[in-house]
């Protein structure tokens, strides 16, 4: 329809690179996950806009699922860049309602979940690794849970028992954490302190001290510490893409897990990434996106990447041992 058409037209300006990846996705749920990727951009958009007073904004968040079924519901009041999605949120909730009834209930009950969630950390940002867990069951988790349910429900994996809910959340789990991780300078400069107080104030008493050369030392502390926190999620991330059966499925699944993988490994010890953006090179995403078409491969994608990190482990750095311990866990899956 029109309407799908110019859905894939936002889904191209929000996110070329997953514009491709959806690309791949067997029409059954191409749609279905367009919409759902969509809608959760703009709740995401509402989120991060910090121009949205507070009040409103939680009204927003605690209401955004009742948007999907209001008709000509919009947001104009948006300065973000992805406003896009929010200033044409009717024509994206219009191909929503379009939608089979299974895809709608599943859409719908993440967006009140993941709104409710983000309404809960609205006043403070996470101050521990378990809270951390918490935010990113919210805002990433949720969007496994909801990926494996579409997955599921549209039976191309057939009633696939091993995609549990715990190792779908640890897939938005790994995810999130690296971009938290790797948007340090980004998030900082915006006045974003996603980076738990319980473990920065272990190094410094202000985390803007990481960007100052007389603190590298402590930063790459905090920074490897947070990595190895991240890469306790690998064994589950191998373990779902290992159950999933259908082709397309894998590629779309898998890609933005080894993207996550080939970013953990660049920014670590990395003191780049307090004075700079620190990402992987185009040609080197480009690779891996061709490179994760099944199991095996994707299993020596984290196998190089894991020993890469192996490698530059220090003695002298506080977390040595466990990030050992967990990188050899990690490898031992592979
Ligand atoms: C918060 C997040 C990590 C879940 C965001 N998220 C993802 O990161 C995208 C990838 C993406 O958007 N990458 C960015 C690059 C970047 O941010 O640097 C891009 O612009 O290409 O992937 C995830 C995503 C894709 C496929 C399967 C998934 C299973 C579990 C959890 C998430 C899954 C995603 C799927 C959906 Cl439906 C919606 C959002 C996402």
Redesign the pocket.
Known sequence: SSGMKTCYEFLKK??????A?IEMLNPEIKDA?CL??LV??AL?TVEDDMTIEKSLKIKLLSQFHKFLYAESWNFTKSCSNDRIVLENFSVISKEFRHLNKKYREIISKICMKMGKGMIKFSNSSPQSLKELDEY?HY???L??????SLFTSSGLETNNIKLTTDI?NS??L???KT?II?DYLEDVNQNRYFWPKQVWSKYVENIEYFSKPEFSREALQCLNELITNALAHVSDVIN?LSAISDESVFR??A???V?AIA?LERCYNNVLLFNGVV?IRKGEAICLMNEATNITKVKLIFMRYLNKIRYRITARDPSAIQTMREVERAMQIC
Do not use: E, W
């Not at 929000?14 to 514009?19: I, M, Q």
């Not at 969007?143 to 494996?148: L, N």
């Open positions: 929000t996110s070329r690179s997953f514009y990846v996950m759902f990727y959760l951009r995401d990113c805002v990433a988790g969007v496994g849970i909801g990926c494996t779908s897939l938005g790994f995810l999130q971009n790797r779902y779309f699944t890609i933005p897990q993207m970013t990402k």
